[in-house]
């Protein structure tokens, strides 16, 4: 049975989740990491992304993933043809890993952005990192250098951060520094593997 061992790792675009990832890594946390899945189903989909989109998102033999987010970030149907494609080959993935894991009988991460949003995986416990919205925008902005209404667009295409920190069995509040969040880590590892 897949998922048996499994907690959830999630929060909204530019949290944090990358660093808390990384850093249950170092405490020896095994991680299904569902955006780098993602990235390898979408360039082994080529085709059909030229079927559904248009060849002007494919450059060179690879999916341009940037030019394809602009698309899907600005029209619900669009981004929903996207996920139709790839939800079902990235869950399958995450699931055979997943089996995989569990039969080490320890717990382990999988990193799902959108968790809540696909309701798709059976998995009890889930980890939201969080910050208020406005650090958020921020945040989103420096990181990638866009402008506050693009950040807006991506941060409201998804369920907002306050929702899912109350859905969350446990909540990484990622507001301070790196120190600030490595102990909170620290303490919720500690909590995991009492718990499991």
């Known amino acids: 049975m897949a998922f048996k061992y499994a907690v959830v790792l999630t929060g909204g675009i530019a949290t944090g989740k990358s660093t808390v990832a990384n850093i249950f890594r170092e405490f020896g946390f095994k991680i299904i990491d569902a955006d780098k899945i993602a990235h ?3 360039q082994k989909s080529q085709d059909k992304v ?6 002007e998102y494919v450059v060179d033999g690879e999916v341009d993933r940037k030019a394809l987010g602009r698309l899907i970030f600005a029209n619900k149907e669009e981004k929903l043809k996207l996920e139709n494609l790839l ?3 990235i869950f399958s993935e995450i699931e055979k890993q997943s089996k995989e894991l569990d039969r ?7 990193d799902i952005p959108l968790f809540f949003e696909t309701n798709r995986y059976p998995i009890k416990k889930s980890i939201v990192v969080y910050i208020p919205k406005e650090l958020q925008l921020k945040r989103l902005m420096n ?19 306050d929702k899912k920190k109350q859905l969350a069995t446990y ?5 301070n520094d790196l120190e600030a969040l490595q102990q909170e880590c620290a ?7 009492s718990e499991s």
């Open 104 to 110: 080490e009988k320890k717990p382990y991460l999988v």
């Open 171 to 175: 909540i990484i509040d990622n507001q």
């Open 143 to 161: 990181r990638d250098g866009v402008t506050k209404d693009e950040a807006l667009q991506r941060i409201n295409s998804q369920l907002p951060i």
């Open 40 to 42: 390898e189903t979408l």
């Open 87 to 89: 939800h079902p080959l």
């Open 187 to 193: 303490i919720l590892k500690d909590k995991i593997i």
């Open 50 to 55: 030229i079927e559904l989109f248009g060849k």
